[in-house]
């Protein structure tokens, strides 16, 4: 479920400005499916979109690495006029949201996987978690079974090689196909009825789960839940775009890769003939090899 909490001042300075956008960012293509709720639940406000595909992805990164690479954007989202931000990647909100959260001014929106619905939801009582496994072993998902795990056995499968998939527009192919059969057919075998996907690119994939599991697992999404925290912070804050800010132009999308999947997945999943604008944005830490391509 998503989280949210109030801004805290400090050195990156926000506009608290309405018609403003709302900035969305993932390490590559899998914001795309929250943007898409978002759009869907506040089709008045603008978008900035960012993708990190330079450094996608995030869930074999160290912790430290995370942390720096939200920041660094967020603070370029801020600067770029942003007036609320939605991490959506489980792996960074995992990683990272604190730490985001005490140094922007503005209005933070984390995700993180949908283990409360899977908890409310299943009726076998064993529900599959498919999320990165910096997400998995994060404080901050350990502590979120913890609080639902009593009387439901979640079934925690790190899904190494997905993302790569979607970050490469394969939603499709036979070694996808292999690979998710590798992670879902014991969840099946083990008597789950639903699956979390924790992590935004795994709604891409979405179908050929279906043909894996048939009706035998619900599949848990947040991003409509997202779009709806989202709303309600901006609400909260004073800052939704009125209705006729004529902000229903397209979202902007900037990748720090090619953006050449970023523009196929876009014109694919969003019906958006989108340009994706390359943009640099340095990390913070010491200079590493990949740093110093930034
Ligand atoms: N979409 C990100 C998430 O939700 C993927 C993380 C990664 O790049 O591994 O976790």
Not at 110 to 117: C, F, H, I
Request: hydrophobic fraction near 45%; proline fraction near 5%; charged fraction near 20%.
């Amino acid at each position: 479920m998503p989280s949210s909490s109030a801004p805290i001042a400090t050195a990156v300075t926000a506009s608290a400005n309405s018609s403003a956008p709302v900035g969305i960012f993932d390490s590559g293509l899998g914001g795309l499916s929250v943007l898409r709720a978002v759009r869907a639940q506040l089709p008045d406000e603008a978008i900035l979109y960012v993708a990190d595909s330079l450094y996608a992805p995030y869930g074999e990164r160290d912790d430290d690495f995370i942390a720096d690479r939200t920041l660094a954007i967020g603070e370029w989202l801020v600067r770029q006029g942003a007036k609320a931000l939605v991490v959506a990647c489980n792996t960074a909100t995992a990683q990272s949201i604190a730490l985001v959260r005490e140094k922007l001014a503005i209005p933070l929106i984390g995700v993180e996987p949908g283990v409360k619905p899977a908890a409310l939801q299943s009726k076998t009582r064993v529900a599959g978690v498919l999320a990165t496994q910096v997400t998995l072993r994060s404080a901050r998902f350990q502590a979120l079974l913890e609080r639902y795990a009593a009387d439901c056995r979640f079934l925690c499968q790190p899904g190494h090689g997905l993302v790569q998939a979607v970050e490469r527009c394969d939603v499709d192919s036979a070694e996808l196909r292999a690979l998710l059969r590798g992670y879902l057919e014991p969840m099946l075998e083990a008597g789950a009825d639903t699956l979390v996907l924790g992590c935004t690119h795994y709604p891409f994939l979405d179908a050929a789960i279906r043909d894996i599991v048939g009706d035998r697992l619900t599949l848990i999404d947040t991003s409509v839940a997202i779009a709806r925290q989202l709303e309600r912070v901006l609400e909260q804050n004073g800052l939704r775009a009125a209705h006729d800010d004529a902000t229903r132009a397209l979202p902007r999308f900037y990748s720090t890769g090619d953006g050449t999947h970023q523009q196929q997945l876009v014109a694919t999943l969003l019906e958006i003939d989108a340009v994706v604008e390359p943009v640099v944005i340095r990390s913070r830490r010491a200079a590493t090899p990949d740093s110093q391509a930034a």
